[in-house]
C-alpha cells in the first residue's frame, strides 16, 4: 500500500487476518504443550519414529519495550522435508527469490522495468559471484527441464532437419533451408574468432558469402561437400582438443543431412568451450573486482526494494544475545562477531522452514549441498561407532581401521539418495545388512564363524534408529561437526586443526565441509559486512535505558 493512502481492509482480508490469528493461537498452544511434553520426556534417548514436531514460532523483533532475550531452544529438533529438485538457479524466472520482492501480495511496489533493470543485475551479480567463489565454474549445456520441454524440442529439431532432407531430395532441389543453415554456421564460425584472427574472419566472410552461395545455386553448381569440408577444417583450427575426435568423425560421414547436423551440435559445444576459455582468462581479474562489484550490484538492488534485508535481519536476530550478556561489559565486545558466527554456522544445519538470507541467496546451492554433505556424514560415522561397539569383540584389533574404511565407502554410496529423514525409513535396513555383510566377509576371511543372529538383529535395529534425527550418537556426532566449523570461523582453535573425537574416519568428509563452508562464510563477510554489522547493533546488541 502506498504511502499517505487510508483504506479500509475488505471484509476478506479482515476474515483472512482473523482465521490466521486463530491460527497462530493453536500453535503457540501446541508448541507449549510439545515442550512441556519433551522436558517430562528428556530421559528418553529418541522420540517416538515418523512423528514431526511443530515448527518454532519465530522469534519477537526487539522493541524499545521488549528487550531482546535469546530465543527458546528446542529440545528437539524439527525434522526437515526438502523439496526434491528445487530451482536453485539465481536467475529471474528460474526459482530465483527475489529479495525484498513477496509473492503473497505485500511489498510489491516495483514496476516491471525495475524489476526487469534488478533482475539483470542480479543475474551479472550470480555469474560473477560463481566466478570468484567457485575455481572450478564453467558453463554447460542447459538440459531441457522436463519432458514436454525435451519432446518439443525435439519435434523442432527435428523438423528442420526433415524439411532440408525434402528440399534437397526433390528435382530440382531448393535450396531455401540450406542458406538458413550456411547463414547460422557462419555467424557461429565468426562468434569463435580471437580479435587476433582478422585474415581468417576475412577468409570466412568471402567464402561463406550469402549472394555467392545463391549464385551457385542459380548455377546448379552448388557442392554441399566442399563447403563441408572447409567448415570442418575451420572448425578443426578453433576446437578444443577434446572435440578433434568428433571431427574427425564427421569427416567420414558422407550423408549431407547428418554432417551438417553433426556440424551444428558440434559447434554449438565449441561455443561453450569458447566461453568457458573466456571465463578462465577473465577470471584473475574477476575475482580482484568481484567483492566491490557485488557490493554495488546489491546496493543498486536494495535502493529499488522498500526492504530488501526482511530475511537477513530475521536470520541475525535468531541469535541476539539476551539483554544479561548485553548489559555484562565482559561480553559486550564479543558479542557482535559471536551472533554472526552463530547465524552462519545454522546454515549448515539450515531448516526450510525459514526463508534463506538475501546474502545468501547466490549461495543457495552451495547451502544445501553443504547441509547434505553433513547429515550424510553424520548419519555414516555414526553407523561405524555404534557397528563397532556391538562387533568389536570379533575384530582383530589391526583390522579395525581398514574394516571401518571398507564398511564407510560401502555406506557413503547408498545414502547418496538420502535428502530427508523420511528417506532414512528405506536406506537404512539396506545399510544395515550391508554392514552385516561386510563383517560376515571379513570373519570369513579369518576363518571364524558369522555373526550370531541375535547380534545381527539388535545390530540392525540399532543402525535403523539412526533415522531419527535425536538418535543420541547421530546427534553427537553432527554438534562435534557443527562445533569443529564453529571454532575455525571463529579463530578459536588453538594449536591447528584438530580432529574432534571419534571422527577421525570421516576426516576427509570433515575436511571438505571445513573448506567449503570457510571459503563461503569469509567471501560473504567481505561483501555483506557492513549490511551484517548495521542490522547487530540496531536488532540484536542495542541496550534498552531504564
Same mark, same amino acid.
Given at each position: ?7 479500509? +481492509? ?63 531452544? +528446542? ?48 543475474? %551479472? ?20 527441464? %522436463? ?41 557461429m564460425l565468426l562468434s569463435l574468432l580471437l580479435p587476433q584472427h582478422g585474415k581468417l574472419k576475412e577468409k570466412i566472410d568471402e567464402i561463406l558469402d550469402a549472394d555467392l552461395i545463391q549464385q551457385q545455386i ?138 534463506? +538470507? ?79 555383510? %561386510? ?31 535425536n538418535q543420541r550418537i547421530r546427534d553427537l556426532v553432527q554438534r562435534r561437526i557443527i562445533d569443529f566449523n564453529k571454532q575455525i570461523i571463529s579463530g578459536t582453535m588453538k594449536g591447528g586443526m584438530q580432529i574432534? +573425537? ?45
Amino acid at each position: 500500500m502506498r504511502k499517505g493512502f487510508l483504506v479500509t +481492509p475488505s471484509p476478506k482480508k479482515v476474515k483472512d487476518a482473523q482465521t490466521k490469528e486463530k491460527t497462530e493461537e493453536k500453535v503457540e498452544h501446541v508448541n507449549e504443550e510439545n515442550k512441556e511434553n519433551a522436558e517430562a520426556k528428556s530421559g528418553n534417548e529418541t522420540e517416538t519414529k515418523g512423528a514431526t514436531a511443530l515448527p518454532a514460532t519465530s522469534p519477537v523483533k526487539p522493541t524499545p519495550g521488549n528487550p531482546t532475550t535469546s530465543p527458546p531452544k +528446542p529440545t528437539k529438533k524439527r525434522r526437515r522435508t526438502r523439496s526434491r529438485n528445487p530451482s536453485l538457479s539465481p536467475s529471474p524466472g528460474r526459482g530465483f527469490v527475489v529479495p525484498g520482492f513477496m509473492s503473497n501480495g505485500t511489498n510489491t511496489q516495483m514496476s516491471t522495468a525495475e524489476l526487469m533493470d534488478a533482475s539483470k543485475g542480479i543475474t %551479472n551479480m550470480a555469474l560473477a559471484h560463481e566466478i570468484a567463489v567457485d575455481k572450478d565454474f564453467e558453463l554447460t549445456k542447459i538440459a531441457p527441464e %522436463n519432458g514436454v520441454e525435451s519432446a518439443v524440442k525435439e519435434i523442432m529439431q527435428r523438423a528442420f532437419w526433415d524439411v532440408l532432407k525434402e528440399e534437397l531430395e526433390v528435382d530440382p532441389p531448393i535450396f531455401n533451408q540450406a542458406l538458413v543453415l550456411f547463414s547460422e554456421i557462419k555467424s557461429m564460425l565468426l562468434s569463435l574468432l580471437l580479435p587476433q584472427h582478422g585474415k581468417l574472419k576475412e577468409k570466412i566472410d568471402e567464402i561463406l558469402d550469402a549472394d555467392l552461395i545463391q549464385q551457385q545455386i542459380d548455377a546448379g553448381t552448388l557442392e554441399f561437400e566442399k563447403y563441408a569440408g572447409y567448415i570442418l577444417g575451420i572448425m578443426g583450427m578453433l576446437c578444443a582438443p577434446v572435440r578433434d575426435e568428433k571431427i574427425n568423425e564427421l569427416k567420414t560421414l558422407k550423408q549431407v543431412v547428418p554432417l551438417f547436423r553433426g556440424i551444428m551440435e558440434t559447434l554449438e559445444l565449441m561455443k561453450i568451450d569458447m566461453a568457458n576459455f573466456t571465463i578462465q582468462q577473465a577470471r584473475p581479474l574477476i575475482v580482484s573486482k568481484s567483492v566491490e562489484y557485488e557490493k554495488l550490484k546489491f546496493k543498486e538492488f536494495l535502493d529499488t526494494v522498500e526492504d530488501g534485508l526482511v530475511n537477513t535481519r530475521e536470520w541475525l536476530v535468531r541469535h541476539a544475545p539476551s539483554q544479561e550478556e548485553i548489559e555484562d561489559p565482559k561480553y559486550k565486545k564479543l558479542l557482535g562477531a559471536r551472533v554472526l558466527n552463530e547465524a552462519f554456522v545454522e546454515i549448515l544445519e539450515w531448516d526450510d522452514y525459514y526463508q534463506l +538470507p538475501e546474502t545468501l541467496t547466490m549461495d543457495a546451492k552451495r547451502i544445501i549441498v553443504l547441509r547434505d554433505q553433513v547429515e550424510r556424514t553424520s548419519v555414516s560415522t555414526a553407523v561405524i561407532l555404534l557397528t563397532f561397539s556391538s562387533i568389536n569383540s570379533y575384530i582383530v584389533p589391526q583390522d579395525n581401521q581398514k574394516l571401518k574404511e571398507k564398511i564407510k565407502q560401502e555406506i557413503d554410496i547408498l545414502l547418496q539418495d538420502f535428502y530427508e529423514d523420511a528417506d532414512l525409513l528405506r536406506i537404512l535396513p539396506g545399510v544395515g545388512l550391508q554392514v552385516v555383510k %561386510n563383517v560376515n566377509e571379513y570373519l570369513d576371511t579369518k576363518n571364524k564363524a558369522k555373526l550370531p543372529e541375535d547380534v545381527v538383529k539388535s545390530l540392525c535395529e540399532q543402525v535403523e534408529s539412526l533415522e531419527d534425527p535425536n538418535q543420541r550418537i547421530r546427534d553427537l556426532v553432527q554438534r562435534r561437526i557443527i562445533d569443529f566449523n564453529k571454532q575455525i570461523i571463529s579463530g578459536t582453535m588453538k594449536g591447528g586443526m584438530q580432529i574432534p +573425537p571419534g571422527l577421525t574416519l570421516c576426516q576427509k568428509d570433515l575436511g571438505q565441509i571445513a573448506s567449503q563452508f570457510v571459503r563461503l562464510v569469509n567471501y560473504n563477510k567481505q561483501v555483506f559486512g557492513e549490511h551484517y554489522a548495521d542490522i547487530i547493533n540496531n536488532h540484536c546488541l542495542f541496550r534498552v535505558e531504564a
